[in-house]
């Protein structure tokens, strides 16, 4: 009976440390005599000691923060730009056996394609269609990522630094935009006002003794401060009558 003990620990030692446990965000790339075997899913899995081995691959989505990195945009101006890449594991044998370190791998692969797109676009299209800019990094990471297993979900651009000088200018020429929008607003309100003012003329004009109200109401609301010098104005129509009158005068004293 002792003699089958000693082999039924045995046994029973090896079974336990041949048991590995793959979580549910993982999948194992099992080796048998050093050749890839297959994907082991989640749950215990049995990996024989010595003949076989496991490795544990997270296929959750990753993050990799891109480092600020010089580049020159399509009009030959200098700015810093940083990222985030959001990426997953899609194929862990792939991810595994086609490249060494797929993280760094995806990493340096991003510093690069961010470059190189810069190039692609002006400042002020890399400023305003930051969108755009990004989703081409995504396609160009994405498209060469996928021999390593590794789906880009997103890309963002997180800043874009420029010199201090690009910002002078550039606040400059925000200044004299609002200075231009502002003459045009200026102008058009004084258009309009024009218009308004030459319809109320000629309603006025058209109506008789309309001018002379409108001054006799001017003057009445002048009255009501004592501290105001009044210029009384005489209205056209009545300088108009004391012409017609003094016309009709003379020539019944040239008769």
């Known amino acids: 009976m002792s003699f089958l003990l000693v082999p039924l620990l045995i046994l029973g030692f090896i079974l336990l440390i041949s048991i590995k446990q793959v979580n549910e965000f993982q999948r194992g790339v099992k080796f048998t005599f050093g050749r890839f075997s297959k994907i082991a899913q989640p749950g215990w899995r049995i990996v024989l000691p010595v003949f076989q081995q496991m490795v544990r691959v997270d296929i959750r989505v990753k993050t990799v923060d891109v480092p600020l990195q010089e580049a020159i945009t ?48 002006d400042l002020d299209q890399l400023l305003a269609n930051r969108d755009a800019a990004a989703e081409r990094i995504r396609e160009i990471v994405d498209k060469q990522t996928d021999p390593w297993g590794i789906k880009v979900e997103s890309v963002e651009l997180k800043d874009i630094t420029l010199p201090e000088d690009m910002q002078r200018v550039i606040a400059k020429q925000a200044e004299a935009e609002r200075e231009k929008r502002a003459v045009i607003i200026k102008s058009e309100g004084e258009f309009t006002a024009s218009q308004k003012l030459a319809e109320a003329a000629e309603k006025l004009n058209k109506q008789p003794g309309a001018l002379h109200l409108r001054t006799l109401n001017t003057l009445n609301d002048l009255s009501s401060d004592q501290s105001n010098t009044v210029i009384f104005a005489v209205p056209l129509e009545i300088l108009r009558a004391f012409e017609a009158f003094g016309d009709s005068f003379g020539n019944k004293n040239r008769q």
Do not use: H, P, W
């Open 74 to 121: 399509k009009d030959n101006v200098s700015a810093k730009i940083n990222a985030v890449i959001y990426y997953k594991v899609q194929d862990a044998a792939k991810a595994f056996l086609e490249v060494e370190n797929f993280q760094f791998a995806v990493s340096q692969l991003a510093q690069t394609t961010m470059r190189n797109v810069s190039g692609e676009f």
